[in-house]
């Protein structure tokens, strides 16, 4: 699990799964907050290369890191998000926080 | 072509991923998009989870996943034996929950509304909840190629 977390400067990275559901939130949750909480952590970026399935537990995963940072005037990223992790953030509303960086730009 | 089937369950967190693989497999001979796959396993996904985590809040249960596909129509209900829900209207409104502290989206039931072509949620306190799904498959038809 902590491989899945690493720091550039002070935006963190994630990497996340292939499923993201009710099963795997929590711990995804909780290991981005011991980086939160325990490192500089200003931004964070969501890379969705591995992921083949997202559904409403993954919006709460990234709506509540966002949550966490945005006081602090942190941003929430999104990479490699696929065509069908595209479609859950557009029906969720995310987009309307979560910044959608298209390939070949960097966050 | 005609086909039904019936599974049942425990309710563990772990077995949302299995239903969604079980669905997955149900609608594969009308040949569904990837869009149209991933609209269904999200929906099922929606509704097991609600039944793990609202239905019988971490207790032991059963959730009965029942499936009829018929002339490229899916027909597919969930059903647990759980609390049930007090008030359905409430609800199915976007971002509402019973459990902030569980940091839920409360897009659960606007998920399944959004992804499929109807929505039904039967449900009376104590008496567990039925969800009632359809989609017709190829109805995108032709433009999605």
Avoid: W
């Avoid at chain 1, 990497?15 to 909480?37: C, F, K, N, T, V």
């Avoid at chain 1, 949550?67 to 929430?76: L, M, P």
């Avoid at chain 2, 609800?91 to 992804?115: C, I, K, Q, V």
């Amino acid at each position: 699990m902590e491989d899945r977390f690493h720091m550039i400067e002070n935006y963190l990275m994630i990497r996340m799964p292939e499923e993201i559901d009710h099963h795997q939130a929590a711990a995804l949750s909780a290991g981005a907050d011991r980086y939160i909480m325990g490192r500089a952590v200003k931004h964070i970026v969501f890379d969705f290369e591995d992921t083949r399935f997202m559904d409403s537990s993954g919006v709460g995963v990234v709506i509540g890191r966002y949550k966490k940072i945005a006081c602090f005037g942190g941003s929430v990223y999104a990479v490699n998000a696929d065509p069908q992790i595209m479609r859950i953030i557009q029906v969720s509303g995310l987009k309307k926080v979560l910044h959608v960086v298209e390939e070949g730009t960097n966050a | 072509m005609r086909n039904e089937m019936r599974l049942e369950l425990d309710a563990l967190s772990i077995n949302e991923a299995f239903a969604r693989v079980v669905v997955s497999a149900f609608v594969t001979p009308v040949n569904p998009t990837l869009e149209e796959l991933a609209d269904v396993k999200t929906a099922v996904s929606e509704a097991v989870t609600n039944a793990v985590i609202h239905g019988y809040d971490g207790a032991q249960g059963k959730v009965v996943l029942h499936g009829i596909l018929q002339d490229g129509l899916l027909h597919i209900e969930v059903e647990d034996r759980g609390k049930g829900i007090e008030d359905v209207e409430k609800a199915m409104e976007p971002l509402f929950t019973t459990r902030p502290e569980l940091e839920r989206s409360g897009m659960g039931f606007s998920f399944m509304e959004a992804f499929m072509d109807r929505l039904e949620v039967r449900s009376e306190p104590g008496e567990g909840t039925l969800v009632i799904m359809e989609k017709q498959f190829g109805s995108q038809g032709q433009d999605e190629e």
